[in-house]
């Protein structure tokens, strides 16, 4: 991607350890300053309200000019006079008082400021953009890191970290990086619907003093973090982009979801953070350069994001379908060949199994394998087909169409099926007939199996699994 005439020099300059350390701190806060948190309910409350909700274990202080106290908690008027230390601040005073507040909390020796205030740079105004360098100006003198402005933050489950009310309080192996807050806010609460639990996220909004890089390369390193994903509005440095993308893309997925290709998306992106895009073109090289995985729109992410976490790190492109509907399982195998996979040829062996116990009617014994309307009330033969392939050398991974007829039955199905998955390595994917409600699908999740709601989707989902792996064998090897 073309670098923008902003040069990024983070300040202090330092070794790759000593800037992980730098940046862990930030997720890591032992206390934290909420300054400028009105006393009624109003939208910079909900960052106070959040980080109670989190239950987060370190010293919190609201910070309001004449409030003695805000939600139980002592309130201080200022920064400084706060009597400990304080190490992460968020500031929400409007944008007049903000430049006041960061230089405050330099001198306070605080380590992180998330600035949730908007009105910089995305306002296209010169005095926008002046304020906001002047923001780094003084953050980067006194060595304090700042997350935005126009940003909600960050959220981290371990260690009571929250951007929001009512999220998730349990941690997984999700990374998430995004431009947006409210996208980050969205998939924060709604991940837990769909299997996806995160280790640290952040919206970046701005991203004057840090940038999406500086949060890319951290968790390409973080030990908690399995797979990344991150929603871009823009690059600023792409050389510098490139080369993290890259060393983190060897360790693990990185999910990347790019606006801003289009002459309408480029001019939403800039009115939103002030992000300055790119070209289709150079994006596409720097994705295939970099080893990303990249989607178009929010149900390839979700999926993807979701499959990535679950799926076991194993595989290949010979897959296997098993359905009782006969229209379902004929378009998952049309789904097949556009996403870059091939149906497995069963061997004889698995054949002579099969008909053993589905159906000589009504049927298919072939790939996809049909087992028919009588399998949704006898749901063993789903589990006892998907035992069968998933035994064959052949297979390398496995998508099932279908459920039960009632409760009880459907019940029977889930159980099945995940104790087929509990017998073998190999990866294992759901698929809901539309129009069923999807009722199974915190069982699947629970047992670490993706569940999808069309065919097409699941296929497109693991076929770009495949593509990243195999661009990662091609490196390591």
């Known amino acids: 991607m073309k ?33 400028g948190v009105p006393r009624g ?3 910079g409350k909900l960052f106070l309200l959040a980080l109670l909700d989190m239950g987060y274990p370190g010293r919190i202080y609201p910070v309001h000019p004449e409030a003695p106290e805000i939600e139980g908690l002592k309130a201080y008027p200022s920064v400084s006079a706060i009597p400990g230390q304080v190490d992460l601040a968020i500031v929400l005073v409007p944008q007049e008082q903000t430049l006041g507040v960061v230089r405050e909390c330099a001198e306070k020796g605080v380590k992180g400021v998330v600035l949730f205030t908007a009105g910089y740079k995305e306002t296209g105004t010169p005095q926008g953009r002046a304020m906001e360098e002047e923001l780094v100006r003084v953050v980067r003198r006194s060595g304090m890191r700042l997350i935005g402005p126009n940003c ?35 998939l924060a609460r709604v991940g837990a619907e769909k299997g996806i639990y995160f280790s640290k996220a952040v919206s970046v909004g701005n991203e004057c003093d840090l940038w999406s890089a500086d949060f890319l390369e951290y968790l390409g390193q973080d030990p908690e973090t ?16 490139l080369e993290v993308l890259q060393e983190a893309s060897l360790r693990k997925p990185v999910v990347i979801w790019k606006v801003g290709l289009t002459p309408e998306g480029s001019r ?18 720097l994705v295939r350069q970099g080893g990303a995985v990249p989607v178009s729109g929010y149900e390839p992410w979700v999926d993807t994001l979701m499959a990535c976490a679950l799926l076991p790190d194993s595989g290949g492109d010979r897959v296997a379908v098993i ?11 049309e789904a097949c060949v556009p996403a870059g996979l091939r149906l497995a040829e069963l061997s004889p062996s698995t054949r002579k199994t099969l008909g053993e116990f589905v159906p000589p009617t009504g049927t298919s014994l072939g790939n996809p394998i049909d087992v028919g309307l009588t399998a949704s009330f006898r749901t063993e033969i789903y589990a006892r087909a998907v035992d069968a392939a998933a035994a064959d050398p052949g297979v390398d991974a496995l998508f099932v169409i279908g459920r039960g007829l009632d409760p009880r039955t459907n019940r029977s199905y889930v159980d099945g099926m995940i104790r087929v998955r509990k017998d073998y390595e190999k990866p294992l994917m759901m698929i809901n007939i539309p129009g069923a409600p999807a009722e199974s699908a915190q069982h699947f999740f629970e047992a670490g199996i993706p569940f999808f709601e069309t065919p097409d989707r699941a296929m497109k989902a693991y076929a770009r699994i495949q593509r990243y792996r195999a661009w990662r064998l091609e490196r390591c090897s």
């Not at 350890?17 to 862990?24: G, H, I, L, W």
């Not at 790119?278 to 596409?284: D, K, M, P």
Request: avoid cysteine.
């Open 323 to 333: 359905s009782g509907p006969g229209g379902l399982a004929v378009s998952a195998a």
């Open 41 to 43: 309910l109003k939208s």
């Open 268 to 285: 939403a992106a800039l009115s939103h953070t002030g992000a300055l895009t790119g070209s289709a073109v150079l994006w596409e090289g």
């Open 152 to 186: 909600m933050g960050l959220y981290a489950p371990r260690t009571g970290l929250s951007f929001f009310p009512e999220i998730s309080r349990v941690p997984g192996p999700v990374g998430l990086i995004s431009h947006s807050g409210s996208l980050a806010n969205i």
């Open 3 to 35: 670098p923008t005439p902003e040069t990024h020099n983070p300040v202090p300059k330092q070794p790759g350890a000593e800037r992980f350390a730098t940046m862990n701190q930030l997720f890591n806060p032992r206390s934290i300053a909420v300054v």
């Open 226 to 241: 399995k797979v990344i994903g991150m929603y871009l509005e823009g690059i600023k440095d792409g050389p510098r982009f």
